[in-house]
């Protein structure tokens, strides 16, 4: 029976066996730490929690710290941790590695952690100062209608569209797929297996300033990118509702691609095969 290995977890799964691997546990994420790692992970872990309520739960390869929105995540790697902590403004301290903007008032930083005693101050500090972000933001009630930023924005923001470089890769990817037709719905490029549509090309959709590509998932996939990496991920409109989650095209390369593409595929199939086989039992009952 062909086989194929998932990109994400690099697990052999038989044709036509489910998988889903974009959820886990924390258990299986920091199993494989060394004692120097696990302790601290351990203290990096209780420090948080401490800061009062919150959502603390594994989602793809993070262990994720959220209120309304995620404010941080840790990585587990093989020999550290990665901390990533999002502030409202830029640190210039030597224990960044690196940052990140992610939004006018989002910035992420990048930590390595190794030891325990490196989760101390003014480490925590900044963990306690991205808790208490959004109560710190001013409120929504401050900020200029919607269509009042938009108007403004208009004029300033260089509109992408796509040459037919973006759609080539897509449609590349998509006719690997057995079974794939190509059609156009609503006047964007959209793939299906024999029943069902599972990827859209969108080219600057109402001039949202994107080129991307919409895909559905499995419940809890599209919070949790979005959480992870909202510059490459986002909620289209429409079928957003319904758990498709979009790829900025430009933020991602063609074996990350190719993977978010193939999943998809896997889950429409899946879901398919199973709306069938409930079908028949239905039947046969009758």
């Known amino acids: 029976m062909a086989r194929r290995q998932c990109h994400h977890c690099k697990q052999w799964i038989e044709s036509g066996e489910p998988h889903d691997c974009w959820t886990t546990t924390e258990d299986a994420l920091t199993r494989h730490l060394s004692e120097d790692l696990r302790d601290a992970w351990d203290r990096l872990r209780e420090t948080t929690a401490e800061f009062g309520e919150?959502?603390?739960?594994?989602?793809?390869?993070s262990i994720m710290f959220a209120r309304s929105a995620c404010y941080s995540?840790?990585?587990?790697?093989?020999?550290?941790?990665?901390?990533?902590?999002?502030l409202g403004r830029e640190l210039k301290e030597p224990q960044v590695q690196r940052?990140?903007?992610?939004?006018?008032?989002k910035v992420a930083h990048y930590f390595r952690i190794v030891h325990r005693d490196e989760?101390?101050?003014?480490?925590?500090e900044w963990l306690r100062e991205?808790?208490?972000?959004?109560?710190?933001?001013?409120?929504?009630?401050?900020?200029?209608?919607?269509?009042?930023?938009?108007?403004?924005?208009?004029?300033?923001?260089?509109?992408?569209?796509?040459?037919?470089k973006q759609?080539?890769?897509?449609?590349?990817?998509?006719?690997?797929?057995?079974g794939t037709t190509e059609k156009l719905s609503h006047g964007a490029p959209t793939f299906f297996t024999p029943k069902r549509g599972f990827a859209i090309f969108v080219n600057n959709h109402h001039n949202d300033g994107r080129?991307?590509?919409?895909?559905?998932a499995a419940e809890g996939v599209q919070a949790a990118l979005i959480e992870e990496a909202p510059e490459t991920y986002f909620r289209p409109p429409y079928v957003g509702v319904a758990g498709w989650f979009g790829v900025v095209l430009s933020k991602v390369d063609d074996e990350q691609l190719g993977a978010l593409i193939?999943?998809?595929?896997?889950?429409?199939?899946t879901k398919a095969i199973s709306g069938r086989a409930a079908k028949s039992r239905v039947s046969k009952r009758r």
Not at 73 to 86: A, D, T, Y
Not at 99 to 105: G, I, N, P
């Open 99 to 105: 940052v990140e903007r992610r939004s006018k008032t």
């Open 262 to 269: 193939r999943e998809s595929f896997r889950f429409v199939n």
């Open 119 to 124: 989760v101390e101050a003014p480490l925590t």
């Open 73 to 86: 995540f840790v990585r587990p790697r093989k020999n550290s941790l990665e901390l990533c902590v999002f």
């Open 130 to 164: 991205a808790y208490n972000l959004p109560e710190a933001m001013p409120s929504a009630a401050a900020d200029p209608p919607k269509k009042q930023r938009q108007a403004k924005q208009a004029g300033k923001t260089p509109m992408k569209r796509d040459n037919g």
């Open 167 to 178: 759609l080539a890769r897509v449609r590349r990817i998509c006719q690997s797929l057995p």
């Open 54 to 61: 919150q959502r603390i739960y594994a989602s793809h390869h």
């Open 211 to 216: 080129v991307a590509v919409w895909l559905p």
